[in-house]
């Protein structure tokens, strides 16, 4: 069984949101998914700067098994990376909640309104379950 923790929510499509401070989401995906996926050998991140929308593809997450794209939660600015990823892409596989966060968002328009519309731990759960 996967791990979902509390204090997350959580997208359709697989990926988890944190509030950081202030309008800044750290975005990556779920241990279902990095347990679905296999294996991840290569992550492609967007570049910072880059404005997105919710549900907007940001980049590509490569395993063994296949390549999955990676979709935006929240519409905002990529305001940091996780460079590590570009030399360790295990550590979306190790620790997807720490270590293999992927890209920091400033979300645009009202942070609470915009993380409401994602799931809950609960309704993840069910989803997934």
Request: proline share 3%; net charge negative.
């Amino acid at each position: 069984m996967s791990e979902i923790r509390e204090q997350l929510v959580y997208s359709e499509d697989h990926e988890w949101a944190l509030k950081v401070e202030g309008n800044i989401v750290r975005i990556g995906i779920t241990d279902h998914a990095q347990c679905q996926l296999g294996d991840i050998v290569f992550v492609e991140l967007p570049e910072v700067g880059s404005d997105v929308a919710a549900g907007d593809s940001i980049g590509s997450i490569e395993s063994v098994k296949t390549v999955s794209e990676l979709y935006c939660p929240v519409s905002g600015k990529i305001t940091k990376l996780n460079g590590d990823l570009e030399s360790q892409p295990e550590l979306v596989n190790s620790e997807p909640y720490e270590g293999g966060w992927i890209v920091e968002i400033e979300v645009e328009g009202d942070l609470e309104e915009a993380l409401a519309k994602l799931l809950t731990a609960e309704a993840y759960r069910a989803k997934v379950d």
